[in-house]
C-alpha cells in the first residue's frame, strides 16, 4: 500500500506541475503579446502622431487654419456649405498656421502686429499610405492662395507613419463649421496597420485651436 500511495502522491505531483508550468507558460505569452501590442512599431507611431498634431493645432491660429482636398498632386481648398447653420468639412490635408517667434522686446507696449497672423505654418496630409508633415515659414504658406502645388521650398517633411489608410468614403482630417465658417476642433481619423501580422491601430484624435487673431 505504501509503494501504490507514493506512486500515486508522485504522479499526481507531475500532473500539478506539468498544469502549473502550462499556466506560466500561456501568461507569459499573453503577457508578451500584451506589451507588444502596446509597445509595438504601430502604437509608437501613432502616439508621435498625435502628439505632433495635437501640438501644433493647440499652437495654431484658429483664424487661418485651412482644410483641402488632394486631386493629382493640387491642393484645393475645402469650402464649407455655408447655408447650413452648421455643417462638416472633411479633407485630405490640414494646414495650421502658428507663431514660432517671440514679441519684439524692443517695443516697451509688446503690441503685436494685427496684420501678422502667423511665421510659420504645419501641413499634415495623407500621401501614398504615408502620414506626412510639413514645416515652412508663413508666408508664403503650404499653398499658394486658391489652390495649387503644395510648396516645397525653405521645407522640412517628416513621415509621421506609414502603412495609414482611412475608411472608404472618409477622408483623414475633419471638422465642423457653422455658418461656413470653422470651430477651430479639427479632427483626425486614420488606421495604421502592421504589414507582418496584420494587426491594425486607430488613430482617432482632435485638436482645439484656441489662438484667435486677430480678434
Known amino acids: 500500500m505504501t509503494m501504490v500511495e507514493l506512486v500515486v502522491a508522485g504522479t499526481t505531483?507531475?500532473?500539478?506541475?506539468?498544469?502549473?508550468?502550462?499556466?506560466?507558460?500561456?501568461?507569459?505569452?499573453?503577457?508578451?503579446?500584451?506589451?507588444?501590442?502596446?509597445?509595438?512599431?504601430?502604437?509608437?507611431?501613432?502616439?508621435?502622431?498625435?502628439?505632433?498634431?495635437?501640438s501644433m493645432g493647440r499652437r495654431a491660429n484658429r483664424t487661418t487654419y485651412v482644410l483641402y482636398r488632394i486631386e493629382r498632386g493640387l491642393f484645393k481648398p475645402v469650402a464649407a456649405d455655408s447655408s447650413k447653420p452648421e455643417s462638416v468639412a472633411s479633407g485630405d490635408a490640414v494646414e495650421f498656421r502658428y507663431w514660432d517667434v517671440k514679441l519684439d522686446k524692443s517695443d516697451s507696449h509688446q503690441v503685436m502686429d494685427t496684420d501678422k497672423t502667423a511665421t510659420a505654418y504645419a501641413l499634415f496630409y495623407l500621401d501614398n499610405e504615408r502620414l506626412k508633415v510639413d514645416y515652412g515659414?508663413?508666408?508664403?504658406?503650404?499653398?499658394?492662395?486658391?489652390?495649387?502645388?503644395?510648396?516645397?521650398?525653405?521645407?522640412?517633411?517628416?513621415?509621421?507613419?506609414?502603412?495609414?489608410?482611412?475608411?472608404?468614403?472618409?477622408?483623414?482630417?475633419?471638422?465642423?463649421?457653422?455658418?461656413?465658417?470653422?470651430?477651430?476642433?479639427?479632427?483626425?481619423?486614420?488606421?495604421?496597420?502592421?504589414?507582418?501580422?496584420?494587426?491594425?491601430t486607430r488613430i482617432l484624435t482632435g485638436v482645439l485651436l484656441r489662438n484667435i487673431w486677430p480678434r
Open 13 to 54: 505531483a507531475v500532473i500539478l506541475f506539468l498544469a502549473v508550468g502550462v499556466l506560466l507558460d500561456g501568461g507569459h505569452r499573453a503577457w508578451l503579446q500584451a506589451y507588444a501590442s502596446a509597445h509595438g512599431r504601430e502604437h509608437e507611431a501613432a502616439e508621435t502622431v498625435r502628439s505632433a498634431f495635437g
Open 137 to 200: 515659414p508663413y508666408p508664403p504658406g503650404a499653398v499658394p492662395e486658391g489652390g495649387g502645388r503644395r510648396n516645397t521650398t525653405d521645407v522640412t517633411t517628416i513621415v509621421l507613419a506609414e502603412n495609414v489608410t482611412v475608411d472608404e468614403g472618409l477622408k483623414p482630417f475633419s471638422h465642423t463649421a457653422s455658418g461656413g465658417v470653422g470651430r477651430g476642433s479639427v479632427r483626425l481619423n486614420a488606421t495604421l496597420t502592421n504589414p507582418d501580422s496584420g494587426e491594425t
